[in-house]
T-cell receptor
Framework: DAGVIQSPRHEVTEMGQEVTLRCKPI?????LFWYRQTMMRGLELLIY????????DSGMPEDRFSAKMPNASFSTLKIQPSEPRDSAVYFC??????????FGEGSWLTVV | RKEVEQDPGPFNVPEGATVAFNCTYS??????FFWYRQDCRKEPKLLMS???SGNEDGRFTAQLNRASQYISLLIRDSKLSDSATYLC????????????FGSGTRLLVRP
């Protein structure tokens, strides 16, 4: 069974550009989470979905960040416009309720 | 104050040593507790769940003290391959389904 699949694995972009990160959760999982990890702040929950519906986006840092889940097998996290302080590893994770959460390998974002 | 607090370390120990990590959580509504392991430049992976009665998985023992809001992880007979960051994780018992991660404790096991 394939795990959580994220793309791109690495992205380097210039300040002001739009960044789109993609995630395919594990089939049958009804929760999807987007986390951001930095050395300074650790692993922070940005937003999570239940059955494709956003439940809590209180962790989204500001209006430049948006996330969508148009169907059960796909989600995007978009940053527009990107800033150097957005440089981080962005993890997508999925879970079947009551079971273990599984993380993707992460998208390593550098904004210069 | 962070909802889940851990000593960042690093803990630098020789092979074969016993090492213990501690974690405190501030939200009394926390329901479920876990230890995750994260290797350098990798994603976090579940190491073990933590049960009220304490539980053991091979060389790893986890303890929970709800009254003190305290979780621990004990690693016996440390191996070089145990070198990683150990993340304390709690899930709340409220309307949210959030997993809250501590910042992690880094362990270095030397030959």
């Amino acid at each position: 069974d394939a795990g959580v699949i994220q793309s791109p694995r690495h992205e380097v972009t210039e300040m002001g550009q739009e960044v789109t990160l993609r995630c395919k959760p594990i089939s049958g999982h009804d929760y999807l989470f987007w986390y951001r990890q930095t050395m300074m702040r650790g692993l922070e929950l940005l937003i999570y979905f239940n059955n494709n519906v956003p439940i809590d986006d209180s962790g989204m840092p500001e209006d430049r960040f948006s996330a969508k889940m148009p169907n059960a097998s796909f989600s995007t996290l978009k940053i527009q416009p990107s800033e150097p302080r957005d440089s981080a590893v962005y993890f997508c994770a999925s879970e079947r309720v009551g079971n273990t959460i599984y993380f993707g390998e992460g998208s390593w974002l550098t904004v210069v | 104050r962070k909802e889940v607090e851990q000593d960042p370390g690093p803990f630098n120990v020789p092979e074969g040593a016993t090492v213990a990590f501690n974690c405190t959580y501030s939200n009394s509504a926390s329901q479920s507790f876990f230890w995750y392991r994260q290797d350098c430049r990798k994603e976090p992976k579940l190491l073990m769940s933590v049960y009220s009665s304490g539980n053991e998985d091979g060389r790893f023992t986890a303890q929970l003290n709800r009254a003190s809001q305290y979780i621990s992880l004990l690693i016996r007979d440390s191996k070089l391959s145990d070198s990683a960051t150990y993340l304390c994780v709690v899930r709340r018992m409220d309307s949210s389904y959030k997993l809250i991660f501590g910042s992690g404790t880094r362990l270095l096991v030397r030959p």
